[in-house]
C-alpha cells in the first residue's frame, strides 16, 4: 500500500505531475464522477423543460485559425444544483452562420448535453476561415439562445494590421456591478483574456456587499455549479461573452485562496482531501467556459496552459500558476525575498510547464510575444512607511524568485522578440518593467509588464493613491499604480502595443462612470514603456 501522504509529498516538490498523485490515489478519490461527453443511454431531442434552458448564455473561446469553441450550458433553473434539468441526456442543435439573421448557414449540428458535465455543451466547429467572424445560437426543442458573435484568428504565416483586445480579472459578485463589461461591450474587440478569478468561493456575506452569493462556502461539485451559473447569469458578463471569443485562466478563487497545488492554506488539510474539492472545482470550471476537450478534467487535473497565434503579430501564451506551484515560502504574506524566497527549488509553473513555455517561445516568430497570467511578475518591495510592512508577497512571483529571474534571464539571453506580461489577481493597476533583478534599476529592461486591476473586488477604489511617489521611489521600473476598478484595453499592431487603463469610478451602484485613466505604449524592439 502506498503512503499517499509521502508521496504527496514528494510530487509537490516535482512542481507538479499530479497525474501520478492521480493514478496512485484513484482508491481513495474513486468516489469522483468520470466523465463522459457521449450518452451512456436514451437522447432525447424534446426535453420536458421548466423554463428557458438558455439563461446562462452563449459564449465562444479558444479560436484558431480554423476553429472555434461555442459553449452554451443547459439551466434553466441556474441556482438548482442540477440547473432545473433532469437526470437525462438531451440533443442540442447548433447553427453558424455568416449573418445575424441565419440566412447564410455554414454549419450545423448536434450535441449532446448530459448531466456527467452538468449539460454544458461545448463544440469544436473546424473547417473555418482564417480571419472570419461568424454568428451561432443553439436550439432545444423550441427554445433559441441569444445570438453570439465570435471569430477565428488570422492564419499563422498572415500579418494582420492590428489586434485589439481585453484583459480582465476578479469578478467577485457581492463587491460591486460588472459596468466594466458593460463598458468593454461597447467596442469591436477580437479577443477578450480573462486571468483568473472569476469566482471566488466564500459563503453569501448578506451585509457588506451589493449583492448576496447564493450558497455556502464552495465544497461539493454542485456548490461550485450554483456559484458559476450565478456569476454567469450577469446580464453585463453574459453579453460581453457573446461579444467575441475569450481565452480564460485561472487564478485561486476559482478553487480556495491562496492554494497552491495540492496546498490548501487552511492549516491541517490533507492533499488527498484538497485534491477531491479541487477536482469539483476544476470540473464546474470546465464546465462553465468555453474550453476546448484538450480541457476537460481527469480527476483533480487539468490541462489550461496552452498558446494561440494571431498570425505573425503575437503569440500568446496562457499559464496556469496555481496547478504546478510548490506551496508559498515563508507563508502567503508579506515576506523578505529571502534564502527561502530565493530557494531554487520553489517553482510557479512546475517543469513541464517551463519547458513547453520555452520551446514555444523558441519557436515562435511573433512581433510580440504574450505571457497571459495571474500574479505579479514585478519584484515589488511593497515599503510604505506607517502603510504596510515592507516586503515582497509570497504568492506572487517574487516568492518564486529564483525561477522568475531565471525565465527573465533566459528572455534576454534567447533574444525572445517584445515579451509583453499580462497580469491580474492584485486588485489594483500597475505598469512595471521588469528587468532580471528588478532591484538592479542599471540593468537592461527586459520585459513590460501591464497589471490590470479588478472588475469589481475591493469595492470602489483610488485613481490618484497618495502613496503612489513613496511606492516608486523604493520601486523605480513602476510606472503605474492606482487601485481604481475597471480593466485593460489594448490596441496592437506591428509597431506598438499601446494599453489603455479603464477605471470605473463607482461600482457599488449600476451605472458607473468610467473613463480612460492613462495609455502606455510599447514600441516593437525598443526596451521599456512609454506614457502615450
Ligand atoms: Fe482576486
Ligand atoms: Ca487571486
Redesign the pocket.
Known amino acids: 500500500m502506498l503512503d499517499l501522504h509521502r508521496l504527496a509529498e514528494a510530487i509537490r516538490y516535482e512542481g507538479g505531475l499530479s497525474r501520478r498523485l492521480w493514478l496512485a490515489c484513484t482508491a481513495t478519490l474513486a468516489a469522483l464522477p468520470t466523465l463522459a461527453s457521449r450518452a451512456a443511454g436514451p437522447v432525447t431531442t424534446r426535453p420536458a423543460l421548466v423554463g428557458d434552458p438558455f439563461t446562462l448564455g452563449v459564449a465562444s473561446g479558444d479560436p484558431e485559425a480554423h476553429s472555434v469553441v461555442l459553449w452554451t450550458r443547459l439551466a434553466p433553473r441556474p441556482l438548482d444544483p442540477d440547473g432545473g434539468m433532469k437526470p437525462e441526456f438531451v440533443s442540442v442543435t447548433w447553427e453558424l452562420a455568416q449573418d445575424q439573421q441565419f440566412k447564410k448557414m455554414v454549419q450545423t449540428g448536434k450535441s449532446i448535453a448530459g448531466p456527467a458535465l452538468g449539460h454544458s455543451v461545448h463544440v469544436e466547429v473546424k473547417g473555418l476561415k482564417p480571419d472570419s467572424r461568424y454568428f451561432y445560437r443553439f436550439r432545444v426543442g423550441e427554445a433559441v439562445s441569444p445570438v453570439g458573435q465570435t471569430r477565428t484568428l488570422p492564419a499563422a504565416d498572415s500579418s494582420p494590421d492590428q489586434l485589439r483586445l481585453a484583459f480582465a ?2 469578478q ?1 459578485y457581492e463587491s460591486g456591478f460588472y459596468t466594466a463589461y458593460e463598458e468593454m461591450a461597447k467596442h469591436e474587440l477580437d479577443l477578450v483574456f480573462h486571468l ?2 472569476y469566482i ?1 468561493e466564500g459563503a453569501g456575506r448578506g451585509r457588506g456587499g451589493v449583492r448576496k452569493h447564493a450558497g455556502p462556502k464552495l465544497k461539493t461539485l454542485s456548490d461550485y455549479r450554483v456559484r458559476h451559473a450565478q456569476y454567469r447569469s450577469d446580464p453585463a458578463l453574459q453579453a460581453m461573452h457573446a461579444k467575441c471569443p475569450w481565452f480564460v485562466t485561472w ?3 476559482e478553487v480556495e485562496n491562496n492554494y497552491a497545488n495540492d496546498i490548501s492554506e487552511r492549516p491541517g488539510v490533507d492533499p488527498v482531501a484538497f485534491l477531491q474539492l479541487r477536482a469539483n472545482a476544476y470540473q464546474a470550471y470546465y464546465e462553465a467556459m468555453p474550453l476546448r476537450a484538450r480541457s476537460m478534467p481527469r480527476g483533480p487535473d487539468m490541462l489550461l496552459y496552452r498558446k494561440a497565434r494571431f498570425g505573425r503579430l503575437a503569440e500568446f501564451f496562457v499559464l496556469d500558476t496555481r496547478q504546478y506551484r510548490t506551496d508559498q515560502p515563508n507563508g502567503d504574506g508579506l515576506k523578505d525575498l529571502n534564502d527561502a524566497a530565493l530557494d531554487p527549488k520553489n517553482t510557479i509553473l512546475g517543469r513541464q510547464q517551463r519547458g513547453w513555455l520555452q520551446a514555444g517561445l523558441l519557436q515562435s516568430s511573433a512581433t510580440w510575444n504574450v505571457l497571459a497570467q495571474q500574479v505579479m511578475m514585478a519584484m515589488v518591495n511593497i515599503s510604505i512607511k506607517g502603510l504596510t510592512g515592507s516586503g515582497y508577497v509570497m504568492d506572487q512571483w517574487p516568492g518564486y524568485a529564483f525561477e522568475r529571474m531565471e525565465l527573465m534571464r533566459w528572455l534576454a539571453e534567447r533574444k525572445i522578440a517584445n515579451p509583453i506580461v499580462l497580469t ?4 489594483s493597476n500597475w505598469v512595471n518593467e521588469l528587468r532580471v533583478d528588478d532591484r538592479k534599476q542599471d540593468t537592461p529592461v527586459v520585459a513590460v509588464e501591464f497589471v490590470g486591476t ?1 472588475i469589481t ?1 475591493g469595492g470602489n477604489g483610488s485613481a490618484n493613491p497618495f502613496y503612489v511617489p513613496l511606492l516608486q521611489r523604493t520601486n523605480p521600473f513602476v510606472k503605474f499604480h492606482n487601485t481604481e476598478r475597471g480593466y485593460v484595453r489594448c490596441e496592437v499592431t506591428a509597431k506598438t502595443w499601446r494599453s489603455d487603463y479603464v477605471g470605473v469610478v463607482d461600482v457599488l451602484k449600476p451605472g458607473g462612470k468610467v473613463e480612460v485613466r492613462k495609455s502606455f505604449v510599447v514600441e516593437a524592439g525598443q526596451a521599456g514603456v512609454k506614457l502615450a
Open positions: 480579472s476578479c467577485h483568473g478569478d471566488y487564478d485561486d478563487h491580474g489577481d492584485i486588485h479588478s473586488s
